[in-house]
Each structure stands twice: as structure tokens, then as C-alpha cells.
């Protein structure tokens, strides 16, 4: 049977927008209407998922949630200006239109986590749906162990989120390594990708890990894992396909017997191994 509510998008209204970078901003969205009260409220996703995104005129595209759904009243997105529909989000400023199907997709079983240590590994923009995972637990700090956060960026001017990172490294039992890819003038920190700070785990293979970031870098991040001592199950990060429609419908994004927009984009190691698939 047809589910129109599948297809069509609801009003969103762009609360704040924030530059992170010089290619990269971050927007804060309220619904203009929600489906049965009218009310504000948009906690009704989870931490992973993504939405479709969408402007008139220039098409939709699938990005990440990067707030936690602690959050009541908002979602937030990570926007680099790559393509057609990501600059036309970026000519939107505060009280502009856009549209929004979703929250699609499964999520990072965090909840199913208490207790545990958790390490998050980002490389670049990789950070953003990470960040909705990291929020959460630091909004329910006594739930869980130990965190250490591992985040590599290209430059200085490409670090996501760079404030927040800062702050994230002052709370108790919370420990972040911060990289760039090569020296350059006003950085004292550490210098090259992210996999290099991989010694700073490297008696941590009993936590759980969580890496997001572009392909290659998860590549050798998960090899790096492994060679620490990591389970294949103890791995979990996000497949990107080109995800259409978001429901499974159009096939672009099918791999092996999944969909990545439908029973991913978050899967385990282990779980890709058995797809077959190369990361």
C-alpha cells in the first residue's frame, strides 16, 4: 500500500545558524507543524539517524541528526557546501523555509550501552553524527564509563565543532586527542591523520568503539582496531551510500541483502563482514 507520508516533506523552520567552518555550518531547526498537536517538538529520533533534506527548486539530500534527542525542542544539522542542494541550505538563514522527510534509518544502540567505556573516533565532518552520540551520554554522564573522543581534521580551519570539543575534553572522565594531517603555522597540537592517535587506545580494547569519518579513514581505523585487539562487534560505524529515497525504494543505496538507508547506515564491523563489504 502507498504511504504518502513516506514522500512528503514537513515544514521546517531554521531557528539558528551557526559557521563552524569556512564550508560547514550548522543549523537548528524547529517543525512548523507537527503532525498531531502543532506543537514544536521534534524528540522522535534517535542517535544515527538522518533525514532528507530539502529545498525548492534545488532537490533533497540525506543528512545526519548531530543533536542528541536529549534535546527536546530542536534537531540540528551538519552542512558542508559540496553540491546543489547543500549550497542552497547554505543560502538559508534564520526564519527560511526548508524541507524535511525522516528520521529514517536504524541508530547507535547507545541505551543498550549503560555501563560501558566508549570510545568515538571522527575524522572531518565524520564528527557531526557522532556528536549526536557523544551529547547524549554526556547528558546522561552517570550512565556510562570512561569516554575518550579521537578527532582528526585535514587543517585547523577544517575542525568541526571546535568549541564544543574543548569542552567536551574538560568534564570528568573524558579524555579528547585532537589532530591535522600536516604542520602548520599556529597548531601546537598533535600532527598527522587520525589513525595516529590510535596509541592513545591502545589499552582500550575492552570499550566500545564508534567511528565515523570519509571511507579511507575508516578503513584503516577499523584495521587499526583489530590489530589493537578490538571484536569485530565491539566496532560499530556507518556505511554512506547514496541514499535516494530513504525508505528503500529506488535500490541505489543496496548492498549485498541490505539497504543501507533502511537497516543501516549504522552497522558492526561484523556486521559488514558478513555483507562482504569493504570498508
Not at 532537490?59 to 541528526?65: K, L, M, Q
Not at 534527542?69 to 544539522?77: G, N, S
Not at 570510545?119 to 551529547?135: C, E
Not at 564508534?210 to 578490538?230: A, N, Q, R, Y
Amino acid at each position: 500500500m502507498f504511504n504518502s507520508k513516506l514522500y512528503i516533506p514537513r515544514a521546517a523552520i531554521v531557528e539558528n545558524v551557526k559557521e563552524l567552518t569556512y564550508d560547514t555550518r550548522l543549523y537548528r531547526l524547529k517543525f512548523k507543524y507537527n503532525c498531531k498537536c502543532k506543537s514544536s517538538s521534534v524528540n522522535d529520533f534517535k542517535c544515527g539517524q538522518f533525514v532528507q533534506a530539502s529545498v525548492l527548486g534545488a532537490g533533497e539530500a540525506p543528512i545526519s541528526i548531530c543533536s542528541s534527542p536529549t534535546a527536546q525542542e530542536y534537531l540540528e544539522l551538519c552542512v558542508r557546501d559540496v553540491g546543489r542542494v547543500t549550497r542552497a541550505l547554505h543560502k538559508l538563514g534564520k526564519a527560511d523555509e526548508l524541507g524535511i522527510r525522516g528520521p529514517y534509518g536504524n541508530w547507535f544502540a547507545i541505551e543498550e550501552l549503560k555501563g560501558h567505556d566508549l570510545v568515538f573516533i571522527g575524522g572531518g565532518i565524520g564528527l557531526a553524527p557522532l556528536r549526536s552520540v557523544i551529547k547524549f551520554v554526556l547528558d546522561k554522564r552517570d550512565d556510562y564509563g570512561k569516554v575518550i573522543i579521537l578527532y582528526g581534521a585535514r587543517t585547523k580551519e577544517d575542525i568541526v565543532f571546535a568549541d564544543e570539543i574543548e569542552n567536551w575534553g574538560k568534564q570528568e572522565n573524558v579524555s579528547v586527542f585532537t589532530t591535522i594531517d600536516k604542520p602548520q603555522k599556529g597548531w601546537t597540537g598533535h600532527v598527522g591523520v587520525v589513525t595516529t592517535l590510535l596509541d592513545k587506545i591502545k589499552h582500550a580494547f575492552k570499550y566500545k568503539a564508534f567511528v565515523c569519518g570519509p571511507s579511507i579513514m575508516i578503513h584503516f581505523t577499523i584495521k587499526g582496531l583489530l590489530d589493537l585487539g578490538w571484536a569485530e562487534e565491539d566496532i560499530i560505524t556507518t556505511l554512506e551510500r547514496h541514499m535516494k529515497c530513504g525508505v528503500g525504494k529506488c535500490g541505489h543505496c543496496y548492498i549485498g541483502d541490505k539497504y543501507v538507508c533502511t537497516d543501516g547506515p549504522v552497522f558492526t564491523y561484523a556486521q559488514i563482514n558478513e555483507m562482504a563489504v569493504e570498508v
